[in-house]
């Protein structure tokens, strides 16, 4: 899609980037579409998704943009930075192909509600746009990375358009549930916050399903997803999705079931609840160690209703062997305590 964007002042450099003061009103139009909506496709390549009105910095710029006091924009925010495939200067224009704004989703929220109903339309102040026609896709992502070091971003949320991660989108919305690869994009769609998945509570179920690491899926999914070499053993290109489905699907009804059972008190079921996700899981696929073929493959298990039956046995043998640990918090976290419930797997199915 090439879209053009008038431009007050320029900078360009030999690589076809360039650096444009554009009036606020000229970006806000070329932001929106005809039917006076804001043009999501551009924001899609952006790692978060719009923060809301009362995000703090939200409220700064709607503040700054409705005080005629502020005598030019720009000065006061960092812009916007905008990749595609070419760009060129055609007069006061930049004629822009596939334009992906990665930083500058608030701003750019911002301004288009401002000047939705084309009442500020006299308004001379600019905004700074930053437009990059990067080499190849690796030079892409290292933009994307360091343009979004400026605010608070998990490292997880830089990976959020991995195609692996729209794959998982797509195929948890056929069960109903809305991940949240873009931080916010569903809550601001007002979807049910209950069907919507974060990036790290799946993480913690393939953690605790395939991985068979219930301590780490327990205290310390955050680390794991920092480091590379685990974040592709959890978001591992190559595994069929129903992998994630599976995952996500078993850990929620463990959840559920655990949430129904009020002889144990909270801080017990958030301790076991990983456990009893990795021990419900062996029991579908009927194996100690479920390779990721076999946790795609019980999809159908994790769609339908697991008996009550099954997840109740599955609490029992956790939980035993929990209190026999000492039931504490520390168990919970310890590899030591995996190992003895993983221990117990084998024994119950063999290798």
Request: some cysteine.
């Amino acid at each position: 899609m090439t879209m053009a964007l008038g431009i007050s002042k320029l900078f360009t450099t030999d690589d076809n980037s360039a650096i444009a003061l554009v009036r606020l009103t000229s970006f806000a139009e070329f932001l929106t579409d005809e039917h006076s909506l804001i043009r999501r496709h551009m924001l899609e390549p952006n790692v978060r998704d719009y923060q809301g009105t009362n995000n703090p910095v939200n409220r700064e710029i709607r503040q700054t943009l409705q005080s005629p006091d502020n005598k030019e924009f720009w000065w006061l925010n960092n812009g916007i930075t905008i990749l595609a495939s070419s760009c060129s200067v055609t007069g006061n224009k930049l004629t822009i192909e596939r334009p992906e704004i990665v930083n500058g989703l608030q701003t750019s929220q911002e301004i288009h509600a401002h000047f939705k109903d084309h009442s500020h339309q006299n308004d001379m102040r600019s905004v700074m746009i930053r437009v990059i026609v990067p080499p190849d896709a690796q030079t892409r992502n290292r933009i994307t990375k360091a343009t979004n070091f400026q605010t608070a971003v998990t490292d997880v949320m830089l990976h959020a358009t991995d195609p692996v991660h729209f794959d998982i989108e797509d195929r948890l919305k056929l069960h109903g549930l809305f991940y949240d690869r873009r931080k916010g994009e569903y809550r601001q769609q007002r979807k049910p916050v209950d069907q919507i998945v974060s990036i790290t509570a799946l993480a913690q179920a393939v953690i605790a399903i395939l991985l068979r690491r219930p301590d780490d899926a327990r205290a310390r999914p955050g680390s794991l997803l920092k480091r590379a070499d685990t974040y592709r053993q959890i978001f591992e290109e190559n595994h069929n999705r129903d992998v994630f489905v599976s995952s996500i699907l078993i850990d929620r009804q463990v959840l559920n079931f655990l949430e129904k059972q009020t002889s144990l008190t909270k801080d017990v079921r958030r301790d076991i609840r990983y456990y009893v996700a990795t021990w419900a899981s062996c029991v579908l696929a009927n194996k100690a160690v479920p390779s990721a073929a076999d946790i795609a493959g019980i999809l159908p298990n994790a769609v339908a209703r697991i008996p009550a039956e099954t997840l109740g046995a599955a609490c029992d043998e956790v939980l035993t062997l929990y209190q026999h640990a000492g039931g504490t918090d520390a168990v919970s976290k310890s590899p030591e305590f995996t190992k003895k419930v993983l221990s117990a797997l084998l024994a119950k199915f063999g290798s």
